[in-house]
């Protein structure tokens, strides 16, 4: 259960947000332009990263604001939270050591298996 | 194909026995881990021994090698509510589903391992008038494709299982249900137990604690992995990595159309036989069974966010709880014993990628969603095909990663909500 | 009699309860268990596989023997802990899995037959004959199980509570209640959970003359804190309440039981709350669960855990035993002989696995003249349903020695209890010298204190807690506040002996339980890991140790031990398995709450629904809104009050309750381009005063919404979206304003409960629309199809459209909600000389499927595009890109031949199709390939005959064609035709 901090409201309980998936990601002007390839990339192909994520979250059951969130989705750390159209920030994630493995902490319950 | 001193029987056990179980064979082994391969196949989950089990098998490829970052089965596999079924509403997946189900018949005699698959029936159950319009549409394209299926009214339903509450006062009542009287459960962990060992035992290495950390390509064709335990060499590379299927595709430059967000599910305290098919209702997100310890093993539905972290909110397992207790009053007094989490990647059109992709030698398998396990023999059977072939088999043509630019999706979420 | 000087038990106070049918008496402050103990039952319940006789082991939630079915009929509970349950009047419980009774049970034969049962037989057997498994399942499922299911409905009720504060601190042991009074000096907002009837932890286990604080016994310490925290407001303490999840952020789930010792005397009554808590800090102080040893037949009613027994005794003023043995591998079960020799009570022996002896402990006891073996252990003992006697010998010598006993407590050293902390993601480390995993690195705002943070003694706890939970709190006068000071002479501890396996040589011929309830002994491990298992998760999975109602409490790290000693690998390499939440079983009542029943989901209803339930409606469930489905008169079969319902429409007026559309007020500059991007069609020349239908797509092309919009002025327009899906609607539109068109500028509001719309259908519409707007001309000229008019009717402004679902002549009036019933009622009565008929959902979609009119959600399913649906119409081919455009030529899109919407017609006109039936174009032998299926199918009064609409491979070219419906027990025939059934031109609606 997360505590989303919405930049508009505060700090409110997650059941209160939807998420609208990865951030970033913009309409094209010319969708005619595009071959059927390049329309699939706009509409279906995802990055779902495991580690910082940028994306969209709506505070549904409040101010029915979009806006964005740096997560971690290896521990669902909150990162940063910003407006819709602002660049994302940079910030520090504890990413995982290896592509598919924990992150050092904060994942699982591994105990000292996992050098840290 | 099992042979003694390995097969197991009851001789096998009483024989045993008088020697205090101490002369037992493993049943896999821990190898050493070649330089190169014929093929690899990337996860070790019920999909990928099933593949490297049938590409043995059914393709006569003989060095093979099971790659898992963890331990066998310890992802998805291990972590589902054990449902299996084919009664699928577009003719794609239900044969693709209807060929595993098969497979399923027959799995503990073929691998000489008991995974315990029960054929107790699963009832989906409608709710209001557009789950009856929808279901039965259902329940006639299976029909007519040899899908066993049978529409149940309310009273058949109360009859086919008593604890239900068919009362026509409550929130969402139940309305009738289709039945699959073939489809049922299975032991989950026995499944990858029990292909690991059928693999292993025609010469598949099993390698486990190796995670995949990069994949080589040379001039578009796949040579190999990088892994934590070294380079490993292979010009045909199956990846069936489940929840982690991006990552993996990142390392190859490509991306995939998947989501992969938490699933949780639970079981209570172990009771005395009392719910004996599986339940399933879409509509108010309620899926239980009774496993043979006696625990009911409930399902909860996906998370709304992409996560790995192999947990997911409170408030998911909560309104699975009520709507278990509002379908089944008289478990109210009962428990919650065990609660888990896993990673389901997600396609936009709930249907699995089971296909080659633009750099030779690579395939991918996924997308699998929340259903997976089901298919676990289909899969893994078909892919082996698509592997050892370098084309996939018809069965699973249609779940090509191609589709998603061409616009021929295989769209099982149903019909949207119902709207008038 | 009790022995004095007890903690919990008040003497004056007796009652009676009730166990396998006995009755027996015991005192309030009683659990179940110490009940039944000081009535001299040890055996309670029989093991889960091979029915061995077991008692009760410890004395809390880590119990994993002494399980019973707690109350009869709807009251009834299985697999109740009896060390949990809180002693009441009347109280009946039975043992469990056991036939015909706990002292003499049938099951018991597995026990002689355990040697064909080791850890994962039942994958090696029951494959052949292949079909007979679900025969071999019958009895292996009848067999498992523990206590039963209720029958019946559950009387109680449950609540859901929502808790923020800055300090929760998790337990009220000597950490847990110093670490709150340190909170409360703060004037932080503190709550105290713990999980057992009474504050105190491990004080309730202790004597009254050993390791004092303060110079005080811990009670009187205990009462003098509470006392002091008592009297602040900004301390709360519960108790009788788990913390069973820690979760992300802090937020923690605890589940209280409100009437522990109420029994069953009060339906509706609240039961159990679950507490839903965010804190800002959390001290975790839950202490530590003693580990039992694993030796051959360890498993005997009378062998229970060291301090466990000690709580009985000083705790509930019970004694336990007469002839005591005692068997460790470290200095705190030496404690107990103490605590008996204060009682008066002799020590036959104390046996310990190690050599030397250096803590002070042992010496005390040593002192006071116990028989105490160094280098010992216990080979196995006897005694079927209470334990006689325990074989010792000497490590590595031969000679075995029996002593007679009735009491065996035994202390495999401690381990604490991390699992609220690793559900929280912190990681653990495993300490070597004493054999326990202790918290390592936190990953939430995480303070573990006292034995759960591996502390053990005294002196090092109170410090520990003084000043750690200082500096976790930021406590800024830390100087001026005083440390208790521990005063007590016993400080120095000797060296705990891993002691996993007191005798490995004999594991594959002996019973040496490790699970107890699931009955894992050390040979199933041993098997596992000589089968290739070894990871500890598949350890645990194939021989299910662990995975018992107490979770492994007592058993998971002795597993690991067991492992360790016999793979020869460190125990910090193997991990550990998942702590998986919850701590303790949840009642899945408390957690589905007070969200059942009625309230399982909100019901929405609509202005006039009173009216409807009047008029004997029956309902349909759309979304969650309650909508009228049709309104039968004296009896009427359904049949008959639609084709009813749907004749008196066309023929004269027809009334429908329309409010359940969504309607989005749209206001703002740009209403109209945002229209042109949203819809497929063109929007830009829409005239103030008119409507128009419009399709919405997603970005893939499929339809996802269509309704009419009204230009209500120059920058102001109402759209209508269908029932079921408003909602989305609301939130698409809402999504691509914010983040792709920020630029356009459009106010969106939701009005849909603000508004009721009454829908009037039918040749007599206009008749009444005239009397309740006089002073409007409702003619065509002045008030033509698919346009809109502000209106008064008794001084109350409506919105009035002419628009149709039914192909009729219609007005919908939108008019404020409060004014809605009143409105219809004016209708009614109005129409009463027309044969005005209220109409529902059936009617309704009677009415527009005779004019070909779709449903989205019934035409389609997320994979139908506008073509598909025949609309090329509605799709404009001069806008340069609206959403869904692009999809809509790709190359599977843009086939010719997809599936299209078209009528059909059964041959035989009194059949009415079956929805959801498919279509083919010969029969064959199954699987039969399908060309299509039925979306909608009804019979039309009007036209006397059934109709349907349907899905159909390249359906508009085989218009005139005929299909077949293949149903269970016959074809039906039928023919492919254009989707409009009746009133092609449009006569009827523009009349």
């Known amino acids: 259960m997360l505590l989303i901090n919405c930049p508009y409201c505060g700090e409110r309980e997650q059941e209160e947000f939807s998420c609208g998936g990865e951030a970033h990601i913009e309409r094209p002007k010319n969708p005619p332009d595009l071959n059927d390839d390049q329309w699939a990339d706009y509409l279906f192909l995802r990055q779902n990263i495991k580690g910082l994520q940028y994306e969209r979250w709506n505070h549904s059951f409040g101010c029915r604001q979009w806006f964005n969130v740096a997560r971690n989705t290896a521990t669902d750390e909150i990162l940063a939270v910003y407006k819709m159209g602002e660049k994302p920030p940079v910030v520090e994630s504890n990413d995982p050591i290896t592509p598919c493995g924990e992150p050092a902490i904060g994942s699982g319950n591994f105990s000292t298996s996992k050098k840290s | 194909m099992i042979k003694s001193p390995k097969k197991y029987s009851v001789f096998s056990l009483v024989k045993n026995a008088f020697s205090y179980h101490e002369n037992w064979q493993p049943a896999w082994k821990n190898p050493e881990i070649k330089k190169e391969y014929e093929a690899i196949i990337v996860g070790g989950g019920g999909h990928g021994l099933t593949t490297a089990f049938y590409l043995a098998k059914n393709h006569g490829v003989k060095n093979i090698a099971v790659v898992e970052k963890g331990w066998i089965g310890g992802g998805n596999t291990g972590r589902n509510t054990t449902i299996i079924r084919s009664n699928y509403l577009w003719d794609q997946s239900a044969a693709i589903y209807d060929h595993a189900l098969k497979l399923w018949e027959g799995m503990s005699q073929e691998l000489n391992y008991n995974v315990m698959f029960s054929q107790r029936g699963v009832m989906n159950v409608a709710h209001n008038l557009h789950d009856v319009r929808e279901l039965k549409r259902r329940w006639h394209a299976n029909r007519l494709n040899g899908v066993d299926c049978e529409w149940l009214d309310t009273k058949e339903v109360k009859k086919f299982c008593p604890v239900i509450n068919t009362s026509p006062n409550i929130r969402y009542p139940v309305m009738g249900a289709t039945l699959q009287r073939r489809a049922g459960t299975a032991r989950h962990d026995a499944v990858a137990w029990g292909y690991a060992r059928g693999a292993d035992s025609m010469g598949v290495d099993i390698i486990q604690n190796c995670e995949v950390t990069g994949i080589n390509i040379n001039n578009g064709n796949v040579t190999g992995i990088e892994t934590t335990r070294g380079t490993i060499n292979s010009k045909k590379i199956g990846v069936v990595s489940a929840g982690h299927s991006s990552v993996i595709a990142k390392m190859a430059g490509i991306k995939l159309p998947l989501e992969s967000r938490p699933l949780q599910a639970l079981v209570s305290e172990p009771v005395k036989p009392v719910i004996d098919t599986v339940v399933m209702s879409n509509t108010i997100h309620a899926y239980v069974s009774q496993s043979d310890k006696g625990e009911l093993v409930i399902g909860a539905g996906t998370d709304g966010y992409n996560s790995y972290s192999q947990r997911g909110g409170f408030n998911i397992v909560e309104d699975t709880i009520m709507a278990i207790v509002e379908l089944f009053p008289l478990f109210s007094r009962m428990k919650m014993l065990r609660h888990w989490g896993g990673i389901v990647d997600i396609c936009p059109d709930a249907s699995p990628i089971i296909s080659k992709t633009h750099i030779n030698g690579l395939y991918f398998n996924c997308g699998w969603g929340t259903g997976g396990f089901k298919a676990t023999p289909g899969s893994g059977w078909v892919f082996a095909h698509t592997i050892a072939n370098d084309q996939p088999h018809a069965l699973n043509a249609p779940f090509s990663i191609n589709r998603f630019s061409s616009g021929e999706l295989v769209d099982e979420h149903g019909a949207a909500a119902v709207a008038h | 009699m009790r022995l004095q000087n007890n903690k919990n038990i008040d003497q004056t106070k007796k009652i009676s309860f009730f166990f396998d049918g006995k009755k027996y008496y015991g005192y309030e402050g009683d659990t179940l268990a110490s009940a039944l103990l000081y009535n001299g039952v040890h055996l309670i319940g029989r093991s889960f596989k091979y029915h061995r006789p077991r008692g009760i082991i410890s004395a809390g939630c880590e119990e994993p023997n002494g399980i019973v079915q707690l ?378 204190i006292g034995s759960c943070n591996g502390v053990f003694d005294l002196k090092s706890i109170l410090n520990e807690t003084f000043n750690s939970v200082n500096n976790f709190l930021n406590t800024n006068e830390k100087e001026s506040l005083n440390g208790e000071i521990f005063d007590s002479e016993v400080t120095n501890t000797g060296k705990q002996k891993n002691a996993w396996l007191v005798d490995k040589e004999n594991i594959s011929k002996s019973k040496m339980f490790v699970d107890f309830q699931n009955d894992v002994t050390a040979k199933d491990i041993k098997i596992a890991l000589s089968e290739g298992f070894q990871s500890i998760e598949h350890v645990k999975r194939y021989t299910t140790n662990g995975m018992a109602t107490d979770q492994g409490k007592t058993s998971n790290v002795n597993a690991l031990g067991i492992i360790s000693e016999l793979s020869g690998k460190d125990i910090s390499s193997l991990g550990t398995t998942t702590f998986r939440l919850p701590y303790t079983p949840v009642t899945f009542g408390a957690l589905a709450g007070r969200f059942v029943k009625e309230f399982f989901d909100i019901e929405r209803t609509t202005p006039i629904h009173s009216w409807h339930i009047n008029n004997n409606a029956l309902f349909e469930d759309v979304g969650q809104w309650k909508r009228p489905w049709y309104y039968p008169i004296n009896n009427e079969k359904m049949d008959d009050a639609v084709n009813r319902e749907v004749k008196a429409t066309r023929d004269s007026l027809g009334i429908l309750d329309a409010s359940t559309l969504g309607k989005i007020d749209l206001k703002g500059r740009d209403v109209s381009e945002f229209l042109n991007r949203v819809y497929t069609n063109a929007w830009s020349k829409l005239a103030i005063g008119k409507c128009r239908y419009g399709v919405m797509l997603g970005d893939d092309g499929m339809v996802i919404d269509d309704g009419v919009t009204t230009r209500l002025g120059e920058h102001h327009y109402l759209m209508t979206t269908t029932t079921g899906n408003a909602a989305s609607v609301m939130s698409k539109l809402e999504d691509w304003l914010q983040t792709e068109w920020p630029e356009l500028e459009v106010y969106l509001t939701s009005v849909t409960e603000q508004f009721g719309t009454i829908s009037l259908n039918g040749p007599n519409s206009r008749k009444i629309v005239e009397s309740l707007f006089p002073d409007q001309n409702f003619n065509n000229e002045n008030f033509p199809h698919m346009s809109f008019k502000e209106l008064n009717t008794d001084g109350v402004p409506c919105r009035v459209m002419r628009i149709s679902f039914t192909g009729e002549i219609c007005y919908e009036i939108n008019i404020p909600s409060s004014y809605t019933l009143s409105l219809w009622n004016k209708c009614i009565s109005l129409g009463e000389s027309y044969n005005i008929t209220p109409y529902g959902t059936e009617a309704m979609h009677v009415l527009r499927a005779e004019k070909g009119y779709i449903i989205v959600g019934q035409e389609t399913d997320g994979s139908v595009t506008p073509i598909d649906l025949d609309m090329n119409w509605i799709v404009s081919k001069k806008k340069y890109d609206f959403i869904g455009k692009r999809a809509l030529t790709r190359s599977d899109t843009a086939k010719e031949d997809r599936k299209q919407l078209v009528g059909i017609l059964t041959v035989d006109p009194s059949i009415v199709l079956e929805e959801g039936a498919h279509l083919v174009e010969v029969e064959t032998s199954i699987p039969m390939p399908m060309v299509g299926h039925i979306t909608s199918s009804y019979y039309s009064p009007n036209l006397g005959r059934s109709i349907a609409l349907g899905l159909v491979k390249n359906g508009i070219k085989k218009k005139g064609t005929k299909l077949i419906v293949p149903t269970n027990n016959k074809s039906i025939e039928v023919e492919i035709t254009s989707p409009v059934f009746i009133d092609p031109e449009n006569e009827r609606l523009l009349a």
């Open chain 3, 71 to 448: 109350e009869l009929n709807e009251f009834t509970e299985p697999n109740r802990r009896a060390t949990e349950v809180i002693l009441y009047q009347g109280l009946i419980a039975k043992s469990q899995n056991r036939w015909p009774s706990v002292k003499f049970d049938f099951g018991a034969i597995n026990d002689l037959l355990a040697p064909f049962f080791p850890a994962g037989f039942y994958y090696k057997t029951f494959m052949w004959p292949p079909k007979f498994w679900k025969t071999y399942e019958h009895f292996i499922r009848h067999a498992a199980g523990l206590g039963n299911s209720p029958k019946k409905d559950d009387p109680h009720k449950y609540e859901h509570y929502h808790y923020h504060c800055d300090t929760l601190i998790v337990g009220s042991g000597i950490s847990g209640l110093y670490a709150a009074k340190i909170a409360a000096t703060q004037n932080l907002k503190v709550l105290l959970i713990e999980q057992e009837n009474q504050i105190g932890g491990s004080i309730l286990s202790s004597n009254n003359y050993d390791n004092k604080i303060n110079g005080k016994s811990q009670s009187e310490w205990k009462a003098k804190i509470l006392d002091e925290l008592n009297k602040l407001n900004n301390v709360k303490i519960v108790t009788n309440t788990i913390l069973f999840a820690y979760m992300h952020y802090n937020y923690l789930l605890a589940i209280q039981d409100l009437q522990p010792n109420k029994g069953t005397d009060k339906k509706n009554l609240i039961r159990q709350v679950v507490w839903k808590i965010r804190a800002k800090k959390v001290i975790l102080a839950t202490g530590s669960i003693e580990r039992p040893l694993t030796f051959n037949n360890n498993d005997r009613p009378g062998i229970m855990l060291a301090n466990s027994v000690s709580k009985y005794l000083n705790g509930y003023g019970i004694n336990l035993g007469k002839k005591i043995v005692i068997f460790t591998n470290n200095d705190s079960a030496y404690q107990t002989a103490i605590d008996f020799h204060y009682r008066n009570i002799n020590i036959v022996a104390v046996v310990d696995v190690r050599n030397n002896l250096e803590g002070e402990l042992p010496l005390k006891v040593k002192n006071l003249g116990i028989k105490i073996y160094t280098s010992s252990i216990i080979l196995d003992t006897s005694g079927r349903n209470k334990i006689k006697s325990v074989h010792i010998k000497k490590i590595n010598q031969n000679n075995v020695k029996i002593l007679n006993c009735d009491l065996l407590c035994m202390s495999g050293g401690w381990s604490p209890t991390v699992h609220l902390f690793t559900q929280s993601r912190g990681k653990l480390r495993f300490r070597e010298e004493d054999s326990c995993f202790v918290p390592h690195q936190t990953f939430q705002d995480t303070l573990s």
